[in-house]
Every structure is written in C-alpha cells, then in structure tokens.
C-alpha cells in the first residue's frame, strides 16, 4: 500500500508530538516532516510533496485559514486545535475533518481513513485496531453456565462446531456457544487469522505452513481456498 505523506504543524510542542506519533503508529501515513513553525512548511506543501497536512488553526505568523487559502488545494488538510468554534469556517474552506484537542487515536485515525478514501480511492482501508499497548491479553468465554478466561498466548487455533466452537489451547479444548464471525471480531487481527471457514489460527503458535496445510504442533489446519490468497499475503508481508 502506497503510504500518504504528511506533515503535522502546531505551535505547542506537546499536541506536535501527539500527532506524529499517531502518524508513526497509522500503517498507511508517513511523516515526511513536523514542524512548530508554519511558514516553514509551506515550501514542501506547495512543490506537491505532500497528500495531507495536520495543521493547527491557531499559529504565530499565519493560521490554518490563511495557510489553505495558500496552498490552494495542494495537499488535503486536517485542522487540529482546542476551539471548536473554529470547525464551521474550516468545512467552508474545504477542509477534510477537525480534530477538537486532546485528540484520541481512534478519532485520529478515522479522520486519516476520510484522507486516504479521498486520495487512494482505490486502495483497500485497514480497519481500526487498537495499539498493542490496549489490547487485552486475554478474552472470556462462557462454558459450562460460567466465564472461562482464556489467555491469548495460550490459543493455537478456533473450530467451528456448527452452533458452537472450540477452542484450543496449549493445555486444553474449551466448548462455547458462539460463532465464528464474533470470535474473528473478538480476536486480535495482529496475532489470529481465519484461514477456513471452520478455522481460525495463532499466528505465532503457527509451526509450518504446507501447500494447504498449517501445522501447529500435532494438529494439521486446512487452508480454505477462499481464504488462501489473503492468508499467504499475510505471511509474506511478516517475512
């Protein structure tokens, strides 16, 4: 996936680097530069080296308002500040989304997704996960009229057992009335795959892949035709 470049400007060094970091974190932007001071920005945004521009209204020297109105459409443009009274005449002067500080990444990052439909129409959108930091390392299941805790590092794979599923475990099969849709959602995409409609496996409890085999450990997971494409790109990109 081509990346979009970016530039995040505000004054107050702190918000500055709230937003490259989310920009650091988001897979599909690169930071091209960061900058306190606006008018430096400028030559870049207007040679066309830039797609999409973090950019507070409030700045010394020119503010947001005054910067779009330069740069005339060069680059799409996400206003980022404290007051919201700002947010009506920036959607008068075309801009993309406005982010109200303190910016929570999940908000960060469906405004990036609004940028990346707009300039890469034709690319698929990747759907918001939380960071791995937020992420719990484990998930509850009912069982037996009671909530099982089952840690992440423990699953090697989910079956499909028609009306319910099991789940294996390095020590154990645990039964629950659940689907696999749900479990798939319920599951972290960074570390769990489905690969067949009847299977979803651990990535990192992943042994050998063969043909249309996965071994893990003792047990031989089948790869579904409808899933192979999607699932070998997956192994690719982690080579």
């Given amino acids: 996936m081509q990346k979009l470049r970016c530039i995040a400007i505000d004054d107050e060094l702190l918000a500055l680097d709230v937003i490259t970091d989310y920009i650091h974190k988001t897979p599909f932007l690169e930071l091209v530069y960061s900058t306190s001071q606006v008018l430096d920005a400028l030559p870049l945004v207007e040679s066309g080296g830039v797609d999409l521009v973090f950019l507070d209204i409030q700045m010394p020297q020119l503010n947001g308002l005054q910067f779009m109105k330069i740069i005339h459409g060069k680059a799409l443009v996400i206003f980022t500040t404290a007051y919201p009274q700002y947010a009506l005449d920036g959607y008068e002067h075309d801009v993309l989304d406005y982010l109200l500080k303190p910016v929570a990444y999940e908000r960060f990052y469906k405004a990036a997704q609004k940028a990346l439909s707009a300039i890469r129409p034709s690319q698929t959108q990747v759907p918001y996960e939380k960071p ?7 998930i509850f299941v009912k069982t037996d009229n009671k909530m099982v805790k089952v840690q992440l590092s423990e699953i090697l794979f989910v079956e499909g057992l028609k009306d319910y599923i099991a789940i294996q475990t390095t020590a154990e099969k645990i039964i629950t009335l659940q689907n696999m849709k749900r479990m798939e959602k319920i599951l972290p995409a960074s570390r769990f795959v489905r690969v067949h409609k009847s299977y979803i496996v651990s990535l990192e409890k992943t042994d050998t892949i063969e043909r249309n085999r996965i071994f893990i450990g003792d ?5 579904g035709d409808t899933y192979r494409e999607p699932f070998f790109q997956l192994i690719e990109g982690r080579e």
């Fill in 132 to 138: 791995a930091a937020e992420l719990p390392n484990f």
């Fill in 219 to 223: 047990h031989v997971i089948p790869i």
